[in-house]
């Protein structure tokens, strides 16, 4: 009878342990349903730093002699960083140009991203395009 108590006791026991390990679970992959989001998360990094301000200066340089133009670094609007093998920066660049017929001074925008250690003496890997969804505050019309 006593082992019989045991026995039907232990299986309570099981039972409950099982249940909560399940809802445990459960839980945790509601909260992270894809495991590579961990890593993927992007930090604000300070527009005035003098790291960041030479990756937009080197990404404009990089982009003049890709599209042969002749831009000049403005201002550095937006710095993201994300750790990978490698990190990784995502920039937000204005930069001066000259528009039109007279070659009017105008601003327009870069998106850069930039592979590699800005501190280290490797080469880094800059892909920079003109952000074309881009219109200055004076040329709103609306």
Not at 7 to 14: A, E, Q, V
Not at 42 to 69: D, G
Not at 124 to 133: A, C, S, T, Y
Request: glycine share 2%; net charge negative.
């Amino acid at each position: 009878m006593y082992s019989i108590f045991i026995r039907t006791k232990m299986n309570y026991l099981k039972l409950v342990i099982f249940v909560a390990v399940t809802i445990l679970l459960d839980i945790e992959a509601y909260y992270i349903e894809d495991p590579s989001f961990i890593h993927e998360r992007w930090k604000n990094k300070n527009t005035h730093s003098p790291t960041m301000i030479k990756l937009a200066r080197e990404s404009v340089y990089a982009f003049n002699e890709a599209q042969n133009t002749n831009y000049f670094f403005e201002s550095l609007d937006s710095a993201q960083k994300r750790k990978e093998k490698e990190p990784h920066y995502k920039l937000s660049i204005s930069v001066a140009a000259e528009c039109g017929p007279f070659n009017l001074p105008c601003t327009k925008h870069l998106l850069s991203d930039v592979f590699g250690h800005p501190k280290s003496n490797k080469e880094l890997k800059i892909d920079v395009e003109e952000d074309e969804n881009y219109y200055p505050h004076s040329w709103n019309v609306f």
